[in-house]
């Protein structure tokens, strides 16, 4: 089984990595929203008891998150292995899923971290603009509108959601980065870790990891 955990931070660009990663590997992709979504859905136990936290919006526990996850590496489709998304989040919980790969007799096999600066995330996350009768969303740079802050389908004016704005992404950044780079050296110091320049095109970040993920062939 091969366990891999993938590593960004936000606008990093993990959710397009993981699918090409999914097809070299051929083993899932777990990402901690859609598993937790699954769970409600079928009803388990600890979906239902997820499903208590979220609904009022507050972080499901490590304990139930791992269970979660236990249930779902013990599912037919992961038997040659995982890509882990979103999870661990924190050296804690780096620490709850190397115990809970031990109790398999596995650990992180790699750790692929796609490494954007805090500069360039912000770049990337706060430039969102949306049309403000209709929702269609621009980006500063990625999608810009052809006039500045008018939509290009309906004309209507441009609007930054709290959310989107600088000061708010740079706040919430400065949290997620300092988990984050915790459970960079916690996979640094297993010696699994491998990082790859995220500044680089889509196609050049693929073929980074892959290479990273060819090391774990030889
Ligand atoms: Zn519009």
């Given at each position: 089984?091969?366990?891999?955990?993938?590593?960004?931070?936000?606008?990093?660009?993990?959710?397009?990595?993981?699918a090409a990663l999914r097809e070299r590997l051929?083993?899932?992709?777990?990402?901690?929203?859609?598993?937790?979504?699954?769970?409600?859905?079928?009803?388990?136990?600890?979906?239902?008891?997820?499903?208590?936290?979220?609904?009022?919006?507050?972080?499901?526990?490590?304990?139930?998150?791992?269970?979660?996850?236990?249930?779902?590496?013990?599912?037919?489709?992961?038997?040659?292995?995982?890509?882990?998304?979103?999870?661990?989040r924190t050296a804690a919980q780096a620490d709850?899923?190397?115990?809970?790969?031990?109790?398999?007799g596995g650990s992180v096999d790699i750790a692929?971290?796609?490494?954007?600066?805090?500069?360039?995330?912000?770049?990337?996350?706060?430039?969102?603009?949306?049309?403000?009768?209709?929702?269609?969303?621009?980006?500063?740079?990625?999608?810009?509108?052809?006039?500045?802050?008018?939509?290009?389908?309906?004309?209507?004016?441009?609007?930054?959601?709290?959310?989107?704005?600088?000061?708010?992404?740079?706040?919430?950044?400065?949290?997620?980065?300092?988990?984050?780079?915790?459970?960079?050296?916690?996979?640094?110091?297993?010696?699994?870790?491998?990082?790859?320049?995220?500044?680089?095109?889509?196609?050049?970040?693929?073929?980074?990891?892959?290479?990273?993920?060819?090391?774990?062939?030889?």
């Open positions: 089984m091969t366990v891999v955990v993938l590593l960004g931070a936000p606008g990093a660009g993990k959710g397009t990595q993981a051929g083993c899932p992709h777990i990402a901690t929203g859609d598993l937790f979504r699954a769970a409600v859905r079928e009803g388990t136990p600890l979906g239902l008891e997820a499903r208590r936290y979220m609904d009022v919006g507050a972080l499901v526990p490590d304990e139930v998150t791992i269970g979660v996850l236990r249930e779902r590496l013990a599912q037919p489709d992961a038997a040659l292995g995982a890509i882990l998304d979103g999870f661990p709850a899923l190397d115990a809970l790969l031990a109790e398999r692929l971290l796609i490494d954007v600066p805090s500069e360039e995330l912000i770049r990337r996350l706060s430039g969102r603009w949306i049309c403000s009768t209709a929702g269609h969303v621009y980006h500063a740079v990625a999608r810009p509108s052809r006039t500045p802050g008018v939509c290009d389908v309906d004309g209507s004016p441009l609007i930054q959601r709290d959310d989107d704005r600088e000061e708010t992404i740079r706040a919430r950044l400065a949290r997620q980065l300092g988990a984050l780079e915790e459970v960079v050296e916690h996979y640094r110091a297993a010696g699994v870790l491998h990082a790859v320049d995220g500044r680089r095109s889509i196609e050049a970040v693929t073929a980074d990891l892959l290479a990273g993920l060819e090391r774990l062939d030889g």
